[in-house]
């Protein structure tokens, strides 16, 4: 995908058939909180309790019943679930809808909404951009569609004709939103590979989010169903940590 670069070779999500995802590198893994500002809106990621990843390969829960979160512990094949993976296999940026404005553009592929709603965090990023030639927009719409876990937006701009992008290093992170009382997907951020168990690779992403509740309908990736669901891993941790990421457009 433009503006990704493919992590060191060593990291790579395998999705086993019927089964969890085998993380493999030893990439950080730890909780992520939805933060929200002053109005309620969500506005930054915060860390919280780390996982390790030292067991190479790592098998992370992907069927949403294990009952060690965040590993699998063999749950998905003692009961139904639609483990098919339904997603696609285009590029991201192949069917977006674009949205133009003074200094920047915005590319927005809605089926990959995992219903995060930093888009909508001061001002709907669709208006802001719209607005960009004034400064204050500009800077928001860019903050905006760059918090967008999932890259369901992407802001360009205009006169270079790149997107902007967080510079993320190869990491993992466990969505936890606050707001709504739910448990979103796993985060996969700088690049990391992912795979099928025959080698298929898919397009390689900055940053993506995969489905943890084995309810999406478009998967691998999380479709935002786990918040119509509320659907809760039931992991112990708090907001403590550092602020993803740590600089924002």
């Known amino acids: 995908m433009t503006g990704s670069k493919p992590a060191a070779k060593g990291y790579r999500i395998v999705i086993a058939d019927g089964g969890p995802y085998l993380v493999f590198g030893r990439p950080p893994l730890a909780m992520q909180f939805i933060m929200a500002n002053d109005r309620g809106a969500s506005w930054y990621f915060q860390e919280g309790r780390h996982f390790s990843t030292e067991?190479?390969?790592?098998?992370?829960?992907?069927?949403?019943?294990?009952?060690?979160?965040?590993?699998?512990?063999?749950?998905?094949?003692?009961?139904?679930?639609?483990?098919?993976?339904?997603?696609?296999?285009?590029?991201?940026?192949?069917?977006?809808?674009?949205?133009?404005?003074?200094?920047?553009?915005?590319?927005?592929?809605?089926?990959?909404?995992?219903?995060?709603?930093?888009?909508?965090?001061?001002?709907?990023?669709?208006?802001?951009?719209?607005?960009?030639?004034?400064?204050?927009?500009?800077?928001?719409?860019?903050r905006e569609a760059s918090m967008c876990p999932s890259a369901r937006l992407m802001a360009w701009d205009n006169e270079t004709g790149k997107p902007f992008e967080p510079a993320y290093e190869p990491s993992l992170g466990?969505?936890?939103?606050?707001?709504?009382?739910?448990?979103?997907?796993?985060?996969?951020?700088?690049?990391?590979?992912?795979?099928?168990?025959?080698?298929?690779?898919?397009?390689?992403?900055n940053r993506m989010v995969l489905c943890r509740c084995g309810e999406s309908s478009n998967k691998p990736y999380c479709d935002g169903t786990h918040a119509a669901i509320r659907w809760r891993d039931e992991i112990d941790g708090v907001p403590e940590g550092e602020t993803v990421p740590e600089e924002v457009y």
């Open 55 to 142: 067991n190479e390969p790592t098998a992370l829960c992907r069927c949403g019943g294990s009952h060690r979160k965040p590993y699998c512990d063999g749950t998905h094949a003692k009961f139904e679930w639609d483990s098919r993976l339904t997603a696609p296999d285009t590029p991201l940026l192949r069917d977006v809808e674009i949205t133009e404005g003074g200094t920047l553009a915005m590319s927005d592929n809605e089926r990959y909404c995992v219903f995060a709603r930093f888009c909508d965090a001061e001002g709907r990023a669709w208006n802001l951009v719209a607005n960009s030639e004034y400064p204050e927009a500009r800077r928001l719409a860019i």
């Open 174 to 205: 466990l969505v936890e939103d606050i707001a709504i009382g739910a448990s979103g997907g796993i985060w996969v951020r700088g690049g990391i590979r992912l795979e099928r168990v025959n080698g298929h690779a898919f397009e390689v992403r």
